[in-house]
């Protein structure tokens, strides 16, 4: 007997994605009462994926894990933006789930198309995994007789605190934003980029704030690495042992008050790290900023950027590699102009 999703691969197909029909996807199904589904529910795996791994957790979905039988979804939405087809049938994927929008309560399975998001949660999907996600919801809404309205997290329908997908511990996806972009992209209008920065950028610079800033706290608020004298954030940490290291000592080692250290051979380094690093960079910025008399943000912003690019470009060059796959000049230089501007003030971007 045909499984009631079989059309699925298709209509994603119609709406212009990559589709990858895994063996026997038309026949799969978990013991159950058939979806009749009324709208798509959202999730993320939990598995770190990347561009090179970009749907590690394709077969886990089919077969399921010790704790609940495959399937687990219908389709895999990969790092890449690639849907991998997983079941036509009923999927384990929603189990009971309340009433959420348009949608009733009832049978989470029964109710939904299951889209499972490839990636980890604690950072955002990738720009190609959200544009995907946000499309085949469109197509299959469409297909349904559905708005963008029937579109859900799985936090909106979980009964037992479930918060995926999400882009940090614990912080749900903006949902009101995906459905907005759901609408658009069933009416054909492309999905619109509110900031600056391509998602790729913003991506790398939520990264670099994160590993400065610590995870954040309820609202957004910054509250830093957990430490033993309480939470404290990488720049404070380093304020303190730069203080520490200017704090007047009974003795240094003999010529270390001359040293001067390449920044790459002092961060390997510890006697680089005390005497050659935190002294130069505090020196530089210290320049950077009086060099533009410290009331002008767009100049303190164009002072900060050549310092920057000497203290942290090769890591942001490694990062966007890491995010695009390739070397991109372009992008690097514009998450440091991000980064310079913001330090001093977004008013600097104007």
């Given at each position: 007997?045909?499984?009631?999703?079989?059309?699925?691969?298709?209509?994603l197909?119609?709406?212009?994605?990559?589709?990858?029909?895994?063996d026997?996807?038309?026949?799969r199904a978990?013991?159950?009462?058939?979806?009749?589904?009324?709208?798509?529910?959202?999730?993320?795996t939990?598995?770190?994926?990347?561009?090179?791994?970009?749907?590690?957790?394709?077969?886990?979905?089919?077969?399921?894990?010790?704790?609940?039988d495959g399937?687990?979804c219908?389709?895999?939405?990969?790092?890449?933006g690639?849907?991998?087809?997983?079941?036509?049938g009923?999927?384990?994927?929603?189990g009971r789930?309340?009433?959420s929008?348009?949608?009733?309560?009832?049978?989470g399975?029964?109710?939904?198309?299951?889209f499972?998001?490839?990636?980890?949660?604690?950072?955002?999907?990738?720009?190609?995994?959200?544009e995907?996600?946000?499309?085949?919801?469109?197509?299959?809404?469409r297909?349904l007789?559905?708005?963008?309205?029937?579109?859900r997290?799985?936090?909106?329908?979980s009964?037992?605190?479930?918060?995926?997908?999400?882009?940090?511990?614990?912080?749900?996806?903006?949902?009101?934003?995906?459905?907005?972009?759901v609408?658009?992209?069933?009416t054909?209008?492309?999905?619109?980029?509110?900031?600056?920065?391509?998602?790729?950028?913003?991506?790398?610079?939520?990264?670099?704030?994160?590993?400065l800033?610590?995870?954040?706290?309820?609202g957004?608020?910054?509250?830093?690495?957990?430490?033993?004298?309480?939470?404290?954030?990488?720049?404070?940490?380093?304020?303190?042992?730069?203080?520490?290291?200017?704090?007047?000592?009974?003795?240094?080692?003999?010529?270390?008050?001359?040293?001067?250290?390449?920044?790459?051979?002092?961060?390997r380094?510890?006697?680089?790290?005390?005497?050659?690093?935190l002294?130069?960079?505090?020196?530089?910025?210290?320049?950077?900023?009086?060099?533009?008399?410290?009331?002008?943000?767009?100049?303190?912003?164009?002072?900060?950027?050549p310092?920057?690019?000497?203290?942290?470009?090769?890591?942001v060059d490694?990062?966007?590699r890491?995010?695009?796959?390739?070397?991109?000049r372009?992008?690097?230089?514009?998450?440091?102009?991000?980064?310079a501007?913001?330090?001093?003030?977004?008013?600097?971007?104007?």
């Amino acid at each position: 007997m045909a499984q009631p999703l079989v059309w699925l691969a298709d209509v994603l197909r119609a709406a212009r994605l990559r589709v990858v029909e895994t063996d026997g996807w038309r026949d799969r199904a978990a013991r159950g009462t058939p979806p009749r589904p009324v709208g798509v529910l959202n999730h993320h795996t939990a598995t770190p994926a990347s561009y090179a791994r970009p749907a590690p957790t394709v077969r886990m979905c089919i077969t399921g894990r010790p704790d609940l039988d495959g399937p687990l979804c219908h389709a895999v939405i990969a790092f890449d933006g690639t849907v991998h087809m997983i079941a036509a049938g009923r999927a384990n994927h929603a189990g009971r789930a309340k009433a959420s929008g348009p949608n009733p309560g009832g049978d989470g399975n029964t109710l939904y198309v299951g889209f499972e998001w490839d990636y980890a949660g604690t950072t955002p999907p990738s720009p190609q995994q959200y544009e995907s996600a946000v499309r085949a919801n469109a197509a299959v809404l469409r297909h349904l007789g559905r708005t963008a309205e029937s579109a859900r997290a799985h936090a909106e329908t979980s009964v037992t605190g479930k918060w995926d997908p999400g882009h940090a511990p614990g912080r749900t996806i903006d949902m009101a934003k995906f459905r907005g972009d759901v609408a658009r992209a069933m009416t054909g209008t492309p999905i619109q980029e509110v900031d600056d920065l391509t998602p790729e950028q913003d991506a790398i610079l939520r990264r670099i704030e994160h590993e400065l800033l610590g995870p954040r706290g309820e609202g957004g608020r910054i509250q830093g690495w957990g430490t033993e004298i309480g939470p404290r954030t990488l720049v404070a940490m380093l304020v303190d042992l730069v203080n520490a290291l200017l704090a007047p000592k009974p003795s240094r080692a003999p010529g270390a008050e001359h040293l001067r250290v390449p920044l790459p051979d002092a961060v390997r380094d510890t006697n680089g790290l005390v005497y050659g690093v935190l002294p130069q960079l505090l020196g530089q910025l210290t320049a950077a900023i009086n060099a533009a008399s410290g009331t002008d943000p767009a100049a303190v912003a164009a002072a900060l950027r050549p310092v920057l690019v000497e203290l942290v470009g090769p890591v942001v060059d490694e990062a966007v590699r890491a995010a695009v796959g390739a070397d991109n000049r372009e992008q690097a230089e514009a998450i440091v102009t991000e980064l310079a501007q913001r330090l001093a003030g977004r008013e600097a971007a104007a």
